[in-house]
């Protein structure tokens, strides 16, 4: 069994930085992609960025390119995302999410486990 535990959301103000934290509990955390996506009041959940099971390769959604990072620890079994310059339209609900051992996707569809989530609320 899968489990995945988010962290480190709260109330920034723009132009604030912030990173969230995935935990990963269960096996072969290190072989599978893995993504963030979100999730803003009243729209969908839309992808954020995802990395590789290396960590060598990494793609990011248009609104968050350049002020986001995504990595990996894969000895800590732990994923991230460095978030720089918030603005208000990133507040939302941050999810982390398990892709496939094969590489990167963009589409929540290939990917099979979810976490709770950390609400990121950023202040104008």
């Known amino acids: 069994q899968v489990q995945l535990v988010e962290s480190g959301g709260g109330l920034v103000q723009a132009g604030d930085s912030l990173r969230v934290s995935c935990a990963a509990s269960?096996?072969?955390?290190?072989?599978?992609?893995m993504g963030w996506f979100r999730q803003a009041p009243g729209k969908e959940r839309e992808f954020v960025a995802t990395?590789?099971?290396?960590?060598?390769?990494?793609r990011y959604a248009d609104s968050v390119k350049g002020r986001f990072t995504i990595s990996r620890d894969n000895a800590k079994n732990t994923l991230y995302l460095q978030m720089n310059s918030l603005k208000p339209e990133d507040t939302a609900v941050y999810y982390c999410?398990?892709?496939?051992?094969?590489?990167?996707?963009?589409?929540?569809?290939?990917?099979?486990?979810w976490g709770q989530g950390t609400q990121v609320t950023v202040s104008s």
């Open positions: 990395i590789s099971w290396t960590g060598g390769t990494t």
């Open positions: 269960g096996r072969s955390f290190s072989i599978y992609a």
């Open positions: 999410a398990r892709g496939k051992p094969t590489g990167i996707s963009i589409s929540s569809y290939d990917y099979d486990y």
